[in-house]
């Protein structure tokens, strides 16, 4: 296996990357501290913003509406008491470590 590298865009990617890993590793950190209050953290998908209107493929990407289902969700639906979890776009726990397709 390689190592992540630098693209030709710099090194934006993996800083999100990173920063993603911290706030699910601060999530279950949370959880267990306060297990009387549920603790979760969300991704809402590649959405169309202001920072993705260049991507080259914008149509594929979620409207704002779209990504705000999963933080909604989170807020006022039912997660079965689930804490310290990263959910996703589907309303679905995600695991915390995917493998590279």
Same mark, same amino acid.
């Given at each position: ?13 993996? +800083?999100?990357?990173?920063?993603? #890993?911290?706030?699910? @590793?601060? !999530?279950? $950190? ?13 991704t ?9 209107k260049?991507?080259?493929? +914008?149509?594929?990407?979620?409207? #704002?509406?779209?990504? @705000?289902? !999963?933080? $909604? ?29």
């Amino acid at each position: 296996d390689e190592m992540p590298r630098r693209s030709e865009h710099g090194w934006w990617l993996q +800083a999100y990357g990173f920063s993603k #890993a911290c706030v699910n @590793a601060y !999530t279950r $950190v949370l959880a267990a501290q306060h297990s009387n209050v549920r603790i979760n953290c969300c991704t809402p998908g590649f959405c169309l913003t202001d920072m993705t209107k260049a991507y080259g493929e +914008a149509d594929m990407l979620r409207s #704002a509406e779209e990504g @705000a289902e !999963t933080p $909604v969700f989170l807020v006022l639906g039912d997660q079965g008491g689930v804490t310290g979890k990263m959910w996703g776009p589907a309303q679905e726990v995600m695991p915390w470590v995917t493998k590279p397709k």
